[in-house]
């Protein structure tokens, strides 16, 4: 019996052992044997299970995320839930884990790290409000002062990521008064240099980044750094303290693509710092030999490009532009930029109009819509399309009369002297082309014996480069015309016809007079009825008669207004603005547009107070009773201005809230322009958004929030706007 006791009591002993242990670690006791247990459970278990799959999700994003050094490189990489969707089931996994810490080890001292890796996985999954709330909650409740200082430095990040730039600098300005670690020191300086560098504060930012560097170790990610301070010194003008940057990331373990965007920056920075020397031989040559750099090339060309506009080698930067262009390899982005830089040129230097609109459009139709151009641009293409349409009326009306205005004699003369011309043209390029198609079907039968897959080598992706389709539609519509699809549309036995209505952009050569029908083959030849045909055929358009000549005035009129316009208001060039306003007043002195223009020269000369006043004293005593009178009246007098405004105001709503939408905004759209500047602007414009809504349909409604966003970044009213901007894009994607 003994035996059997004793043998009972060595069975159970391990058991009650095993129970009085698992009671005495309690997750909510206190005693050092169960703080022990938990920490060493908490740690090595769920909470290094969690770690990894955060170190592992975060080394995909990071490989994943496509740099773009045509931008401003953020000095943090941004934490974006798009990019996070490929670790997703890693990221949830982590938070799965670190719940574990929270649930199940109380006393851990890792439950505050567990809460900040969990408020960081949702935070990347897009969960802000949930991310956040675990990141407070660590502040309020933490029991480590590092873990608690780390939570708020993740916490500044978020809100920056939100730009929410107060409450990010609310929350900097807590930590700097901190003692805080070395790797939280780090971090925090790092975190504000990112704050200041996405608000726009460079000098700030790498002020902060020359006290960071020295806690740095030498890794890509402080040479992708050190790249950052060096754009930021370059957009603040010290490029020899961007170049000091430049050399150092190639002293940091950098990749390829930094290594050579690093050194090609640099090389950029030195022709800005020696004018005297020369684009092609400061290095760029060696890059370009160099067989590794060959699908960079382009950007090679790109900036090559900058250069020869900086030094005002305007050819020499359209073809170094050309050349990015054609050098392209998948790399559609770098593609975009190079045709931006081309539209921006051919507007600016060359005053192309046409080529400029066809590469805004090239540009537009391979810019990714997520990318920060992309607004502007699509900004800048609708008010050039608008632009070259009133352009070529003012171009061609105007030709068209300097040749009613010639003697008959010489006016049939200048006719028959066109017509030679574009024939002599067309034969030398019809003979061009032929010989280049002989020399292209050779080289192809040597190359690929007539194989279809090698014939056309490089040619045939010229079908793809938009900027060549834009300029082949021009290029065609210039010769031929708007043609209908249909057969036989070459063939010089069919009517002779004009191929552009007056009203068509591009329906007229530089002389005004409109394409004539296809030629013939061999070319027209002087006094037979071909030629004659066609004379009179370019001779139709010219305004002989009166009542031609006084319709051709009212187009160049309308279309003279119209971009004296779209320069003050699209494409905010001033001076442009007062020259085709003051042309009209000089062309057409009894316009029925006289007191708008002595308005609109009125805001133009913003920074000419003298002829400010001159437009305001002349609209004043020649119009005193109209409207734009009382508009100049309202934004010179600011004391009336703001007396008045609320008053307004409350006028206007009360029409809104009676269902009275036109007239409020018609009231609105007429008394807008005499609160600009003023502190109640953006409030009369937000009222202008909802009256669009009611009275010009989704479509308007959605452009009028975009205006405002552009013209009002600052407004108060902002995030309401953004909120009914996803609102009614949710909306016309269901419809």
């Not at 890693?90 to 790290?113: C, G, M, P, R």
């Not at 109009?353 to 502007?376: G, T």
């Not at 609320?646 to 809230?657: N, S």
Request: a positive charge; charged letters at 25%; glycine letters at 4%.
């Amino acid at each position: 019996m003994t035996d059997r006791f004793t043998s009972h009591i060595r069975r159970t002993l391990p058991l009650l052992a095993m129970m009085i242990v698992v009671a005495a670690c309690s997750q909510y006791s206190s005693r050092p044997g169960a703080i022990t247990f938990h920490n060493v459970a908490a740690r090595y278990n769920a909470y290094f299970m969690a770690e990894q799959d955060m170190a592992e999700a975060e080394f995909e994003m990071k490989k994943a995320y496509k740099e773009n050094y045509n931008q401003l490189l953020p000095i943090l990489l941004p934490m974006d839930s798009v990019l996070a969707q490929s670790v997703k089931p890693k990221l949830q996994d982590a938070i799965k884990k670190a719940s574990i810490v929270a649930e199940k080890h109380q006393n851990s001292k890792w439950i505050d790290n567990s809460y900040i890796l969990l408020g960081k996985s949702r935070l990347y999954l897009g969960q802000w409000a949930d991310g956040l709330e675990a990141l407070r909650y660590v502040y309020a409740n933490g029991r480590d002062e590092d873990d608690k200082n780390n939570a708020l430095i993740l916490l500044m990040r978020a809100y920056i990521e939100h730009k929410d730039y107060s409450n990010a600098l609310g929350v900097a300005e807590y930590l700097s008064q901190q003692p805080l670690g070395k790797a939280s020191q780090r971090d925090f300086y790092l975190t504000k240099a990112y704050l200041h560098q996405q608000n726009g504060e460079y000098l700030t930012s790498v002020a902060i980044l020359e006290e960071t560097f020295p806690l740095l170790k030498k890794s890509t990610e402080t040479a992708r750094i050190h790249f950052a301070a060096a754009q930021m010194y370059d957009r603040l003008g010290q490029y020899a303290l961007a170049n000091r940057h430049y050399k150092s990331v190639n002293r940091n373990k950098p990749n390829y693509d930094l290594g050579f965007y690093s050194a090609m920056n640099s090389l950029q920075n030195e022709v800005v710092l020696n004018p005297q020397r020369d684009v092609s031989n400061v290095g760029f040559d060696k890059m370009l030999r160099d067989r590794k750099n060959d699908d960079l090339k382009d950007r090679v060309y790109f900036t090559m490009g900058l250069l020869a506009e900086h030094k005002k080698h305007i050819p020499e930067a359209v073809s170094y532009l050309q050349q990015a262009a054609a050098a392209s390899k998948g790399n559609m982005q770098q593609k975009a930029y190079t045709y931006l830089q081309l539209a921006r040129i051919e507007y600016e230097s060359l005053e192309n109009f046409e080529m400029s609109k066809a590469y805004y459009d090239s540009a537009l139709a391979i810019l990714p819509q997520e990318a920060p151009e992309y607004r502007l641009v699509a900004d800048r293409k609708r008010a050039l399309d608008n632009f070259v349409t009133q352009y070529t009326v003012v171009s061609t009306e105007d030709s068209l009369q300097r040749l009613a205005k010639m003697n008959p004699a010489a006016l049939d003369n200048k006719i028959d002297a066109i017509i030679e011309a574009r024939e002599k043209k067309r034969l030398e390029e019809e003979e061009k082309a032929r010989k280049a198609q002989i020399a292209a079907q050779n080289a192809s039968l040597q190359q690929g014996g007539g194989n279809p897959l090698v014939t056309g080598g490089e040619r045939r992706f010229e079908l793809f480069d938009p900027a060549l389709v834009n300029k082949g539609k021009i290029d065609f519509k210039r010769t031929w015309g708007n043609r209908p699809l249909e057969d036989d549309w070459r063939r010089s036995s069919r009517p002779m016809r004009s191929l552009a209505g007056n009203n068509a952009p591009g329906g007229a050569d530089s002389t005004g007079v409109a394409q004539a029908a296809a030629p013939e083959p061999n070319g027209l030849q002087k006094g037979t009825p071909q030629w004659d045909q066609v004379h009179a055929l370019l001779k139709k358009d010219i305004p002989l008669a009166d009542t031609a000549f006084a319709a051709s005035d009212r187009k160049k009129e309308e279309a003279l207004y119209n971009l004296g316009k779209i320069y003050r208001f699209d494409l905010k060039e001033s001076h442009r603005a007062i020259a085709a306003f003051e042309r009209v007043l000089s062309e057409y002195p009894k316009t029925q547009y006289k007191d708008e223009i002595y308005y609109l020269l009125f805001l133009s000369n913003e920074e000419n107070t003298a002829q400010k006043e001159s437009w305001k004293s002349k609209l004043l005593s020649e119009y005193p009773t109209s409207t734009y009178a009382r508009l100049v009246n309202k934004t010179t007098d600011t004391g009336g201005t703001s007396g008045n405004a609320t008053k307004e105001y409350e006028a206007m709503y009360k029409l809104y809230a009676d269902g009275n939408y036109t007239k409020a905004l018609e009231d609105i759209e007429k008394n807008l322009p005499s609160y600009k500047g003023s502190s109640m602007e953006d409030k009369f414009a937000l009222l202008r958004v909802f009256l669009i809504g009611k009275v010009r349909g989704k479509e308007a409604y959605g452009q009028a929030i975009t205006e405002f966003m552009r013209l009002y970044p600052t407004s108060i009213y902002l995030p309401r706007l953004k909120e009914m901007q996803e609102f009614n894009s949710l909306s016309m994607g269901k419809r």
